[in-house]
């Protein structure tokens, strides 16, 4: 009834808008698909732009704001379907809180599916600088703070990882994503200033 409202003409050529992604992906799912998140860039795109049928579920830790929960809810999700296939949204900060949690997922070789929106450092906290007219602190490299390539992350844990940051890759990086046998990770990369609606 509300839509979300379009970013993408604002978005700088070599990212994508996180709302515009969310809503394509949701092509993708399957009739039972579950689909957690974390805070931020996962939270907002996701609960403001996927449109859901039952027997299909959203899960989050609702207004709690914990970083970093998506990880472990994600496999907490998928033990509970009997080592089944769960949609994880994750942003880069977020991911830094619990990067443990991979290697709980390929040791049970969970069929988890980790979008991460990769926005340079912490883009909630850049609004909330912003508004208050504050010098950015903290919150991406320019300011202090930087996250790694996740690819390689992943890698490491051996891992399938994929990348996308134009709107071509999409469409193949997302098919490949889903169709990984076990654990597979997909970085996306967002607007650093990526806006939020409302």
């Known amino acids: 009834q509300w839509p979300w409202q379009e970013?993408?003409?604002t978005t700088p050529a070599g990212f994508i808008d996180?709302?515009?992604f969310v809503e394509h992906l949701s092509?993708?799912?399957r009739d039972d698909e579950v689909i957690v998140t974390d805070m931020g860039t996962a939270l907002c795109a996701a609960?403001?732009?996927l449109k859901l049928k039952p027997p299909q579920r959203l899960l989050t830790s609702g207004g709690l704001g914990e970083m970093g929960c998506a990880l472990p809810a994600a496999i907490g999700a998928s033990f509970a379907r009997n080592k089944g296939r769960v949609i994880c949204l994750h942003c880069d900060g977020g991911m830094m809180m619990n990067l443990q949690e991979l290697q709980t997922i390929q040791h049970h070789n969970l069929p988890i599916k980790i979008i991460v929106f990769s926005n340079d450092?912490?883009?909630m906290l850049k609004h909330?600088?912003?508004v208050n007219k504050m010098q950015y602190s903290?919150?991406?490299k320019q300011s202090g703070l930087s996250c790694p390539n996740f690819n390689l992350i992943s890698d490491a844990f051996g891992i399938h990882s994929e990348r996308a940051w134009e709107w071509k890759h999409v469409e193949n990086t997302v098919s490949r994503?889903?169709?990984a046998d076990g654990p597979a990770l997909l970085q996306v990369d967002i607007d650093p200033e990526q806006p939020f609606t409302p």
Do not use: I, P, S
Request: without cysteine.
């Open 7 to 9: 970013h993408e003409k």
């Open 18 to 20: 996180a709302y515009a």
């Open 27 to 29: 092509g993708f799912f």
């Open 47 to 49: 609960f403001q732009t």
């Open 121 to 123: 450092g912490y883009v």
């Open 128 to 130: 909330t600088q912003k």
């Open 138 to 140: 903290g919150v991406d």
């Open 177 to 179: 994503l889903l169709e």
